[in-house]
């Protein structure tokens, strides 16, 4: 009973928690805070169940929930989690209970009401990893808008109200495409479940004739590129971060951005195969482009959280780059990459905001020296530091070195830039380092400034353990995202095309999404099956 309702229980628990919230006295902000941080905890505990209970091996849609909504148009309540979701669950509700504990001072104002759309977010940000149906997906995508946007614009700093407008701005407008998208699958497959419309492309039941591909594929790819955001789609993320508060740039950077690269992987990718490989030279372009461009913009970025911001321009690149290389290392890294730096750049926007607390500002010229009186905190930076370049033993460099090497596999040239933004990264990040934590102090308030309290150490510790234990146990999670990564780019070979012999002894090219024919009418017929 538990493996039929799992994911609904984990999907909606911090939403009921939520609504549970809402009878809480405004005046009680103990009350609240402590309530926000159980909820979130039992949610995680809830996650915990899937990767013990889920079938190592298994490429297929595992635990689904599919249960009719509305019957016209055709839509469903559809949940399903395969390799690539299932750590992206985990992530989201790793990581909500340590934006609780990093707020729990921070926010003074309006307390009820922040966390209960913080858990609001978490609802819609694990719907729109579970989501098999469209339509359904569709609706938790956009529900993601309007909690974030909103701790952005109350909770934020001085241009918050600004930085929020251009964020559902940027994303309302690149997800109508979507919205076209997923009309048109739906005019002509009568479905929009996701196995299904995919079988139908698949089998040639729906056909792409003219340009349709290509529009449907602009219309997805759109969406996903400014969520990612990939470059020149990029310039809402740095406002948005520098202006949300804590926890808002936490999950911003540690899901949010991962909802654009699973998008590009689950449905550029996956639904339209061919179409995502003639398109790859100018993706994988963008994505070097990206790679280089952030971190160049972040070496000279005088603001630190800034700098974060613009790292996750660069280290997103890498995800991409990897996705759009159709190899299977490539692509086994750039999931294990969205894993990486959500633990990461979560981990340094807790770091940030913890100063912030402290001196209420973000300008780096405002610190150094700080190693001297904070050096609990000094020692767990460092360590999040070397995870976010990719020192080897920490979980960076597993996700890196899968891409380049992915990279390399599909051009040379392609790895050899890519590997240039590894060598920037190392320059702004230990750059940024040495400017907080060593030199003089210049600013004498640096020298009183209290240690890490035990509260924060306790939001940190997890993500530095994670990362430790993610550099040297990768097969841990590598195991349930490989095969379903397989599922996903295609046949063993992961090549673009498959030859099959003729009479005459010439090898015959079959497109790559007639080559899936087999592979996913099984995989239908066995989530019908495990459904029933």
């Not at 299977?328 to 990459?337: E, H, K, L, R, S």
């Not at 633990?343 to 001196?359: K, N, P």
């Not at 904070?374 to 930076?381: D, E, G, Q, R, S």
């Not at 996700?399 to 060598?423: M, P, R, S, Y």
């Amino acid at each position: 009973m538990i493996n039929n309702n799992i994911l609904t229980l984990v999907t909606f628990a911090p939403l009921a928690g939520a609504l549970l919230l809402l009878l809480f006295p405004r005046n009680n902000d103990k009350a609240i805070r402590w309530g926000t941080l159980a909820i979130s905890l039992i949610t995680f505990a809830l996650s915990l169940h899937l990767p013990f209970h889920f079938q190592t091996g298994n490429p297929n849609f595992q635990f689904p929930v599919d249960v009719p909504w509305i019957n016209h148009p055709n839509i469903r309540y559809h949940l399903g989690v395969d390799g690539i979701s299932l750590w992206l669950v985990l992530l989201t509700t790793f990581l909500v209970p340590l934006g609780v504990l990093i707020s729990w001072h921070s926010v003074h104002d309006r307390v009820k009401e922040f966390f209960v759309l913080l858990l609001v977010l978490e609802t819609a940000m694990i719907g729109v990893f579970l989501a098999l149906d469209l339509f359904l997906f569709y609706v938790f995508w956009e529900a993601t808008l309007i909690p974030m946007a909103l701790l952005i614009g109350i909770w934020g700093h001085e241009r918050r109200v600004y930085a929020a407008v251009k964020f559902f701005l940027y994303t309302m407008v690149a997800s109508v495409f979507m919205l076209a998208a997923i009309i048109w699958l739906y005019v002509h497959a009568s479905s929009f479940d996701y196995v299904t419309i995919r079988t139908k492309l698949a089998t040639g039941e729906i056909a792409l004739g003219g340009n349709a591909a290509l529009w449907l594929f602009l219309g997805f790819f759109i969406a996903f590129a400014v969520k990612v955001p990939l470059f020149p789609l990029h310039t809402w993320l740095p406002d948005a971060h520098v202006e949300a508060p804590t926890a808002g740039s936490v999950l911003l950077a540690g899901v949010l951005l991962k909802m654009g690269t699973y998008g590009l992987l689950r449905f550029n990718v996956a639904l339209f195969p061919d179409e995502a490989r003639r398109q790859a030279p100018w993706v994988i372009a963008l994505a070097i482009i990206g790679i280089v461009y952030g971190a160049l913009v972040a070496m000279v970025q005088p603001n630190l959280k800034k700098l974060i911001a613009y790292s996750s321009v660069s280290h997103l690149g890498f995800c991409v780059l990897g996705i759009f290389t159709f190899t299977a290392m490539g692509t086994d890294g750039a999931v294990y990459q969205m894993l990486n730096h959500g633990v990461s750049t979560g981990a340094l926007f807790m770091l940030a905001g913890m100063l912030y607390e402290r001196r209420h500002t973000y300008e780096l010229s405002e610190f150094g020296g700080l190693a001297t009186p904070m050096p609990i905190y000094a020692t767990l930076f460092l360590v999040i530091t070397l995870s976010s370049i990719g020192l080897p033993l920490l979980n960076g460099f597993v996700g890196e070195f899968l891409v380049l090497n992915g990279a390399f596999q599909a051009k040379a040239l392609f790895g050899i830039l890519a590997a240039t933004g590894v060598i920037w990264s190392a320059c702004y990040m230990l750059w940024m380092y040495q400017r907080v934590f060593y030199g003089k102090v210049t600013v004498p308030v640096n020298n009183t400034l209290p240690d890490a309290i035990l509260r924060e150490r306790l939001a940190l510790w997890p993500t530095v353990i994670l990362a430790l234990i993610m550099g040297v146990a990768s097969p841990l999670w590598m195991g349930k995202i490989d095969p379903s990564v397989r599922a996903a780019i295609g046949s063993s070979n992961y090549s673009a095309q498959s030859a099959a012999p003729t009479e005459s002894g010439k090898a015959q090219v079959v497109p790559y999404a007639q080559s899936r024919r087999a592979a996913l009418e099984n995989e239908t017929i066995s989530l019908e099956v495990s459904s029933r």
